[in-house]
Every structure is written in structure tokens, then in C-alpha cells.
């Protein structure tokens, strides 16, 4: 099994005409997504043309596309000044799971939209500022690049785009469920908490890797989760030892104050519940390879 998302998803691509959302699109059905549309009002009723034999119908609203495809799931291309809108818009249509890759939008505009979605209670939010979500060999939506690693039994969860790509290729010989970036932001739709009570509910996932970083204290509240309802094993990486006082790192959610939001203590957090944390990308793999081989 996988979570969120699996090859009878029905996926729509907001922004799909414009330059990332073409070359992203091409590589989401290379993946073996089924994208059924695109969203953009001034091209409606027009298709688009991919390679490998893919015509994709452009639609005039997420609703209109809904309805005449059956779509649960959109991928948003949108730039950050119309992401709001286009995030509302697919919240209003009911869309089941809404993918935001874009980065750059506005803090406000995400709490905006987010508060929006709790509200109705229909959408689930990955990201803004993410790679997205794939399930390996069923479907992809988002920027992940398909070709890392295969389906398998671990389940992944982090904070960092590059860092998720690396993990995938340091356990391509285990493989994954499904592999899952929230992004770094300080206003997050699914959280490492959200993303591990779906893997733990999820029969086919064995063991979990979450990578965080410094900044918040999104690691802290996962591990007192780890701690009081997780069964299955959780192995942690945390970006950002080096990282000096006071200053962003990468991602806008990326800041520590004081001794607050230091990977240290992220690390000691996740230890203290049992996660067992590696000092590099590379050890955190080897110790998920060696729960695997124990289970």
C-alpha cells in the first residue's frame, strides 16, 4: 500500500501550461501518474501535448475539471502572488489532496489557505515550498525525481527537498511506500506528525525515516508522538548542526533563537523517545538497514 496518493489517483496540474508546470508534468506521467487535466482559465478547452503519446485537456477551474475527470488530487505550478487563490479555488471544488509545490508565498497567504481547508474539512494541504509526494512505481505529484529508488517498505517524511532525494537513494535497496516532502516553511499543511500516523496505519510500511531541521519545533511535538503512538520503528536525521544562532538557513522556517530549535535538541528529543538518530544522511540509513534486517 501506500498513503496520500497511488496509481489510481487522478491528479490535475494547476499552472500546467506555464514552464515548470509543462517540463513537471512531462515527468509525472514519465512516472506513470495519471494526470487528467490541467487548470488554466485562458487556455480552457484547448490540450496539450506530451511526449510519450500524453494529450492532456486544459480546464477552466478546478470544479470544471473535477467533473469531467473524476480528479482527486492537485499539483500546484501557480506563482506565489496567485497561489492563495489557486489553493482556495481547489479547496472549494473539494479536491481530496492539494499538492503545493510553489515557493515564495507569503506566510500570511499560507495561513490564509490552510485555515481555509481546516474549515471545510475536505483537503488535505502537502506543503507549500515541497518536492511533493510519490509513491514509487504507482504515481508521483510534485518535483521528486521518479528514477531514485523503487517501491518498498519504509515509509519517508521530511522537512528538506534535497535531503528526501538523497534518502531515497541511500535506501533505493529497501525501497519506499511512499516518500513524502511537507517542505520548510513556518506554516506547513501535513505535518511530520500527520505523515506518521498514516504510516503507522499503513500495513505494507515496516519502518519510517523522518528528516527535520533546525528551526520550530515541529521535531520536538513528532518525537512526543513517536513516543505515545508509534509501534513501528522511526529513524530520525536532523539538518542544521553547524548552522549559527539567530540566523535562517534555507528554508524560511529554518531559524533557531537561543537553544530553541537547535538540531541538538531536536536530536536529544527524538532520542529520548526511542528514535534513533544518525549524524549524517548516510549513517541514518544504515541504522533503518539494520532495524530492517532485525524485524
Known amino acids: ?77 501557480v506563482p506565489p502572488k496567485f497561489a492563495k487563490d489557486a489553493a482556495i479555488e481547489a479547496i472549494d471544488a473539494g479536491i481530496g489532496l492539494l499538492v503545493v509545490i510553489t515557493e515564495g508565498i507569503p506566510v500570511k497567504d499560507t495561513a490564509e489557505f490552510f485555515n481555509y481547508a481546516k474549515g471545510k474539512g475536505t483537503t488535505r494541504i502537502i506543503g507549500p515550498n515541497c518536492p511533493g509526494v510519490i509513491s514509487p512505481g504507482k504515481s508521483n505529484a510534485g518535483i521528486t525525481p521518479a528514477n531514485i529508488t523503487g517501491a518498498g517498505t519504509l515509509g519517508l517524511v521530511s522537512k528538506s527537498g534535497t535531503l528526501t532525494y538523497q534518502m531515497m537513494y541511500e535506501l ?16 506547513i499543511g501535513t505535518t511530520h506528525i500527520d505523515a506518521l500516523e498514516a504510516f503507522e496505519n499503513d500495513p505494507d510500511t515496516l519502518g519510517v525515516v523522518m528528516i527535520g531541521e533546525i528551526g520550530g519545533d515541529a521535531e520536538e511535538r513528532a518525537a512526543a508522538y513517536i513516543k505515545e ?51 549524517t544522511p548516510t549513517e541514518t540509513a544504515e541504522l533503518m ?4 534486517k532485525s524485524l
Open 1 to 77: 500500500m501506500s498513503i496520500f496518493l497511488d496509481e489510481n489517483s487522478k491528479v490535475i496540474v494547476q499552472g500546467m501550461t506555464g514552464s515548470e508546470g509543462m517540463k513537471h508534468s512531462q515527468r509525472m506521467l514519465d512516472a506513470g501518474t495519471q494526470i487528467v487535466g490541467g487548470v488554466n482559465p485562458r487556455k480552457a478547452g484547448q490540450s496539450v501535448s506530451f511526449d510519450g503519446g500524453h494529450d492532456v485537456p486544459v480546464y477552466g477551474s478546478v470544479a470544471e475539471a473535477m467533473e469531467a475527470t473524476g480528479a482527486d488530487v492537485s499539483v500546484v505550478f
Open 172 to 187: 533505493s535497496d529497501i525501497g519506499f511506500t511512499t516518500c513524502i516532502g511537507i517542505g520548510g516553511d513556518p506554516v
Open 229 to 279: 503512538h508509534m509501534t513501528k520503528p522511526v529513524v530520525g536525521y536532523v539538518a542544521g548542526f553547524t548552522a549559527p544562532e539567530g540566523k535562517t538557513m534555507g528554508h524560511a522556517g529554518a531559524i533557531v533563537s537561543g537553544s530553541a530549535g537547535t538540531a541538538q535538541a531536536k536530536k536529544e528529543a527524538l532520542e529520548a523517545a526511542g528514535v534513533k538518530v544518525g549524524k
Open 289 to 292: 538497514r539494520e532495524i530492517i
